[in-house]
Every structure is written in structure tokens, then in C-alpha cells.
């Protein structure tokens, strides 16, 4: 059973970074893909950035430029740096993780196409 472990969220002011951790037990030797996500209070869940088995990444209109999606691959961690921070990026910060080599783009932006989730770490960014 896979299991997913995020951690590195905090309190910041606008402008500001943090960087997320998501450390992954259990099977890593499947090809995989992972994606980190976000939901605000009351709020849908939200795709941040996906990156797939053999490291190419995607990211959604609300991180380009901004945020940075990696793996370590050998650490079985998933990261997300997250630069110039915005009051509007409050939210708890999930990663997610599917056996699957490649991604649908389309697809990969509904949690449904997700099966495995780990508990969040909340980011709030004050003005």
C-alpha cells in the first residue's frame, strides 16, 4: 500500500516562498506519476502542476511562473517551490500519486483520476 506524506507548509507574507515536500512509502518502483493539488476553504479541489514517469511536467495557469514541480527520484520525493506567493494561494496543499506512465492532460486535472492522496500541509499567505 502506497503511502503519501506531505510536509513544508507554513505562514508567509505575499511575496514570499515555501517549498513542499512529499515523501512516498510503499511502491515506488511502479511508474508513476504525481501531482500536487490544492484546496481553499469551500472551495473545489484544484490542480497545481503534475509531473509525469520520465519527469515532464505540466502546471496550471495559477503556478506558471511562479511555481516549480520536481522529483527526486532516489528519495521517493515529490516538491513544490513555490515562489512569489499570493494571498489567494491559501489552501491545503495535497499531493497525489496514479500508476500510470504518462498523463491525458484533461484527465489529469480531476482529482477522480487520482487514487492515492496524502493527508496535506496547510499554506497561508498574509497580505
Known amino acids: 500500500q502506497v503511502q503519501l506524506m506531505e510536509s513544508g507548509g507554513g505562514s508567509v507574507n505575499s511575496g514570499g516562498s515555501l517549498r513542499l515536500s512529499c515523501v512516498v512509502s510503499?511502491?515506488?518502483?511502479?511508474?508513476?506519476?504525481m501531482a500536487w493539488f490544492r484546496q481553499a476553504p469551500g472551495e473545489e479541489h484544484e490542480a497545481v502542476a503534475t509531473?509525469?514517469?520520465?519527469?515532464?511536467?505540466s502546471y496550471t495557469d495559477s503556478a506558471k511562473g511562479r511555481f516549480t514541480i520536481s522529483r527526486d527520484v532516489a528519495q521517493s520525493t515529490l516538491y513544490l517551490q513555490m515562489n512569489s506567493l499570493k494571498p489567494e494561494d491559501t489552501a491545503m496543499y495535497y499531493c497525489a500519486l496514479t500508476y500510470r506512465s504518462y498523463l491525458s492532460f484533461d484527465g489529469s486535472l480531476s482529482p477522480a483520476y487520482w487514487p492515492h492522496w496524502g493527508q496535506g500541509t496547510q499554506v497561508t499567505v498574509s497580505p
Open positions: 510503499g511502491d515506488t518502483y511502479t511508474p508513476h506519476c
Open positions: 509531473v509525469d514517469s520520465i519527469g515532464q511536467t
